[in-house]
């Protein structure tokens, strides 16, 4: 009975550590399972689980409304400094007596620099100016059918019932996927993998210490998680905490706004998006699209 009791503490000693490391390093997923747990334990587990989870939510929202505001006064700032050069510039190149000679090179090369940074800035005002979302009961089998379409190259595996609806934004939603796909193409994906759970079961495989079991309440109290996989590139340790930041990529063309864009359109209507600490099986990144 006595090592019975040990043994019972030491797990309650490295559950405690494994969350202090968690929160430390600002890792508010975890989600740590309650069997062998009293019922007091168990309660209490399934408590610090949820909190994990408020936290996360919390932290992603604020990440969001910081970058918008920030995004907002940056685009202001930096169209009020290019918008008199372009006008500018173009005014001296209609001008006849700069027409062939030395200077009109130069100015043109002021022009066009000008118009690259005002359109590449003006492509970051999405992220400030999207527009309210119109929720709607969305029949998933046919709306995944649709996207398909887009990549017949890539072979998907959908596990989705005929019956399973998502209420959502059909527009948002359908960009968010494609922009989750988009960057799995880029990064060497052949296969895409979705999954959609009503219930409180995750479809993945682990111990304890690193599968993730999002808790998220769907509409009428229930579960509604859609799960998007691909076997692509994974994603390293040290980019992963980075690819929700507006403007982050390790792409040479990438804008690094497709990521952010997709967590802000889906915050808009209750929901949110995170990268799974461990993917579904066959595959090297899961992407978790669920309720608030």
């Known amino acids: 009975m006595g090592g019975i009791w040990y043994r019972h503490q030491c797990l ?51 990440e969001v409304e910081s970058w918008q505001r920030l995004t907002r006064v940056l685009t202001h700032e930096i169209m009020n400094a290019t918008t008199p050069i372009q006008s500018i510039s173009q005014a001296y190149l209609s001008n006849p007596k700069i027409k062939g000679t030395l200077y009109e090179e130069g100015i043109r090369a002021i022009y066009e620099t000008s118009t690259g940074l ?19 009961d969305i029949a998933l089998g046919a709306f995944i059918s649709s996207i398909k379409s887009l990549y017949p190259d890539l072979e998907w595996k959908v596990n989705i019932s005929p019956f399973s ?16 796909v988009k960057n799995a193409v880029e990064a060497g994906a052949k296969m895409i993998d979705i999954r959609y759970s009503s ?41 992963r905490r980075e690819i929700f930041v507006p403007f982050f990529t390790t792409k040479r063309s990438g804008s690094g706004i497709g990521l952010s864009l997709s967590r ?14 461990t993917p579904v099986s066959g595959c090297h990144v899961t992407f978790i699209v669920s309720y608030s």
């Open 12 to 62: 309650l000693r490295d559950r405690a550590h494994l969350m202090r490391e968690a929160v430390r390093n600002h890792e508010f997923t975890f989600s740590l399972p309650t069997k062998g747990l009293f019922f007091g334990e168990r309660a209490l587990q399934e408590a610090l689980n949820d909190i994990g989870q408020d936290v996360n939510k919390l932290v992603a929202q604020n």
């Open 118 to 136: 005002a359109s590449f800035v003006d492509s970051y005002r999405k992220l400030t100016q999207l527009q309210k979302p119109v929720l709607a």
């Open 165 to 180: 609806t998502m209420r959502a934004d059909e527009n948002m939603l359908r960009q968010v996927i494609i922009n989750i």
């Open 199 to 239: 219930t409180h079961k995750s479809p993945f495989k682990g111990d304890f210490l690193n599968t993730p079991a999002p808790s998220l309440r769907g509409r009428a109290g229930g579960e509604a998680i859609l799960f998007i996989s691909n076997d692509g590139a994974p994603i390293p340790p040290d980019v």
């Open 264 to 277: 802000q359109m889906l915050m808009m209507q209750g929901m949110n998006i995170e990268l799974a600490d």
